[in-house]
């Protein structure tokens, strides 16, 4: 989901997710993967806890 979109949203949206308490979910940007982690899902809130940050190979950097 692009972040312009993310942001349009209000409160109590709802974001339909493909994965499940426990799983394992790449972090993008600009359709790029820079981290990894794992949901984790506290009463009503859901979040990704980051345990991975990924380097870009050298070709991929901007300006590069």
Known sequence: ?????????GRGAVIALDSAEGDEVEILANDLPIARGNVVVSGAAI???VKELLRRP???KIGG
Do not use: A, F, G, N
Request: no cysteine.
């Open 1 to 9: 989901m692009p972040i312009h979109q993310l942001l349009r949203m």
């Open 47 to 49: 979040t990704v806890e």
């Open 58 to 60: 050298p070709s991929e």
